[in-house]
């Protein structure tokens, strides 16, 4: 049985990769040929990604994945979701790529939360978050109305490099699905969402289900007969069809990175007041499955508050010793509010950190092993709330929580989401979003047939670390 190689283009908020997986007698292995730093820039008062630079890398990646590997056969795109390009019709960028971290449409979010958000959470089923697509849009259309003369579409990121590999203009369904524009009922945009806000429906096209072929790879020198796959287009997505999960779905998902999102896989949304309330997130699988989702600040704390310390982990043993130091730590007295938006982008986040806590009468750790234990146990409870929401909004009583991502490395973390939620954790020895990325390509090209069957197998040979809560 032949060898099929799938390169996959897995774009985080703070990092990008290039991992090849092999896929060969039902057993998949990958290699990271690439890896690269990602951040967006200040320019003038706001935040925008540096394009061209990203897409440089994604090259330089595929490139040294086609010398690794000549017999590459195709490559599937996925980032983070909500940000995207406006074009012309030749797919020429016609407006700078703000980043969803830019404070423009706090104004607007907060007008929404006094007026309207009860009629666009029934359409969409999309909480209110301020880098909601959505809300981004408005905020270009009011403070640059002509764009509208000259812009054809709206792309995602995920989209928009696929353009840049195929040349087509696609917008893909578990991407979109973040937007707050997609009908929650349905697997088009909601036209009383795009009117509320005031965006062009002619902008999108309908939102294809992937996995589907877009086409050779062309324009690229040293990528000829490539084959450019649409994968779910949202890393989380991804990350969600990498799963292991049990058939009777009593596993609830949980990718820990720069982000903490939980939720599980569902053939009905969760919407209503209480689901309003809770501020679930209806999202999509790339298939059209909803995949409920509840989300609150990750290991961003961690990264943003490093910089405030002058010794810093820089190697993987430094990591392990670190997190055993904040092991041994005592237990905080008051623990982080996850959620609070004082947390999403502050000039320093350790000062951020240190100001909720006095405010709350607390006292702020005293070194790094202090911090690594608050804000572990912190995302912990933060997990553990989650859980509770999810299971008194649909009646279900999960059994275990499965992790990925970088936060599934870190013992202190997985045991405190243990000991919180009351439930086993599962961490597995899974690169997520880009293992679903390379999934659903083998199923593009036809070397796996379905996604029962990719994960039965994947299954098998998955290295795991079971974390019991403890009381």
């Not at 086609?66 to 909500?82: E, I, K, Q």
């Not at 109305?145 to 353009?163: G, Q």
């Not at 699905?177 to 945009?189: F, K, M």
């Not at 190697?315 to 005592?330: D, F, I, M």
Request: proline letters at 7%; aromatic letters at 8%.
């Amino acid at each position: 049985m032949r060898t099929v190689h799938c390169a996959a283009v897995d774009l985080g908020a703070t990092s990008g990769r290039v991992i090849v997986g092999a896929w060969a007698r039902s057993r998949l292995t990958t290699t990271e040929v690439h890896r690269f730093p990602n951040q967006f820039r200040p320019l003038g008062g706001h935040d925008y990604w540096d394009l061209p630079t990203l897409w440089g890398e994604v090259c330089t990646g595929l490139r040294k994945a086609r010398r690794m590997f000549p017999g590459l056969a195709s490559v599937g795109v996925d980032t983070w979701a909500v940000d995207y390009a406006l074009v012309d019709a030749r797919g020429r960028l016609v407006h700078p790529v703000h980043a969803y971290r830019d404070a423009r449409t706090r104004d607007l979010s907060a007008a929404l939360a006094r007026r309207g958000m009860g009629q666009v959470y029934a359409l969409t089923g999309i909480p209110n978050y301020p880098y909601n697509t959505s809300l981004q849009l408005q905020e270009t259309l009011r403070a640059c109305p002509e764009v509208s003369d000259v812009a054809a579409r709206c792309l995602f990121i995920p989209d928009y490099l696929n353009f840049l590999l195929s040349g087509r203009m696609e917008n893909e369904l578990s991407v979109c699905s973040h937007s707050q524009l997609i009908d929650v009922h349905g697997l088009d945009w909601s036209a009383q969402a795009l009117a509320f806000f005031g965006i062009p429906r002619n902008w999108f096209s309908r939102p294809a289900l992937s996995p589907m072929k877009l086409g050779p790879v062309r324009g690229v020198p040293g990528l000829e007969g490539l084959q450019s796959i649409l994968v779910p287009g949202h890393d989380t997505a991804c990350a969600f069809t990498a799963m292991p999960a049990r058939a009777d779905g009593s596993d609830l998902y949980l990718s820990s990175g720069t982000w903490s999102l939980l939720g599980f896989e569902s053939p009905v949304p969760v919407v209503g007041p209480g689901a309003l309330e809770a501020r679930v997130s209806n999202e999509r699988m790339g298939d059209g499955r909803y995949r409920p989702l509840k989300s609150c600040l990750g290991l961003w704390l961690l990264e943003q508050t490093l910089p405030s310390f002058a010794s810093r982990p820089r190697t993987a043993a430094a990591w392990r010793t670190l997190v055993s130091s904040a092991a041994r730590a005592p237990r905080p007295r008051l623990l982080l509010d996850v959620t609070d938006p004082s947390l999403f982008n502050p000039p320093g986040m350790r000062a951020a950190i240190d100001a909720q806590l006095r405010r709350n009468s607390g006292k702020p750790p005293r070194d790094l092993a202090g911090y690594v234990r608050l804000i572990c146990d912190s995302l912990g409870r933060g997990h553990a709330d989650a859980v509770r929401a999810f299971e008194g909004l649909t009646g279900r009583r999960f059994g275990r929580i499965l992790m990925v991502g970088g936060g599934s490395r870190n013992r202190l973390l997985c045991q405190a989401t243990a000991d919180a939620s009351g439930l086993p954790v599962v961490s597995l020895s899974l690169e997520g979003a880009a293992v679903g990325n390379i999934a659903s390509q083998l199923m593009a090209l036809g070397a796996v047939r379905d996604l029962p069957t990719f994960r039965r197998h994947l299954a098998s040979g998955l290295r795991s670390t079971n974390y019991q809560p403890r009381p």
